[in-house]
């Protein structure tokens, strides 16, 4: 299985995901929230790659669908991908069926083209499906512990930096909770 590489260390994650905002500072000095342990996960995706044709021209467009929470982005890291397995951290189990994901990267990529290409000119639809794969995301996860019995996560994508969105996070709360039933 293909995955993204870890461009942070774990020290940056921390860094990082070190809230500095007065409320935290507050919060935190009257023990609503203590720091928790930070830890390397890896999210699977799921990879499609259509063809895209219009009246004139074909293509083809890769969009990723998250396999625990169903988030869809194009997908545009594909010479980052590495042959190689998940380093440390725990790998999270897909929730999605792969058929499931297929259905839902076709339909979040024509809401997108629709969206972004409005009633000017030739839309460009999504046709067959050329490939498909599961490929792993690093992201770090700090576990924050919010009053006595609240547990709450960040994320940190490990492979560009950015802070995870809130959709991932909930897949991530879904995987672990799932896990944990097994």
């Given amino acids: ?14 860094s990082r995901l070190r809230r500095r905002s007065r409320l935290d500072w507050i919060l935190r000095r009257h023990g609503g929230e203590r720091e928790g342990r930070v830890e390397l996960i890896w999210v699977p995706h799921c990879l499609f ?3 895209m044709e219009t009246a004139r021209d074909f293509g083809e467009t890769t969009v990723s669908v998250d396999a625990c929470s169903g988030a869809f982005a194009i997908f545009q ?11 440390d951290g725990e790998v999270l189990s897909s929730l ?3 058929e499931e994901a297929e259905k839902r990267g076709r339909d979040k990529l024509l809401q997108a083209i629709m969206r972004r290409r409005g009633s000017q000119g030739p839309k460009p639809a ?3 499906l050329l490939r498909s794969e599961t490929v792993l995301f690093p992201f770090w996860v700090k576990y924050v512990h919010r009053g006595k019995d609240r547990l709450d996560i960040r994320l940190l994508n490990a492979a560009t930096g950015e802070a995870g969105g809130n959709q991932t996070r909930v897949g991530v709360l879904h995987a672990f909770v799932a896990t944990s039933r097994r």
């Fill in 49 to 51: 790659t259509f063809e």
């Fill in 126 to 128: 999504p046709g067959r």
């Fill in 77 to 87: 890291m594909e010479e980052d991908l590495l042959d190689a397995p998940a380093g």
């Fill in 96 to 98: 999605l069926l792969p």
């Fill in 1 to 14: 299985m293909r995955r993204l590489p870890v461009c942070l260390s774990g020290d940056e994650a921390r």
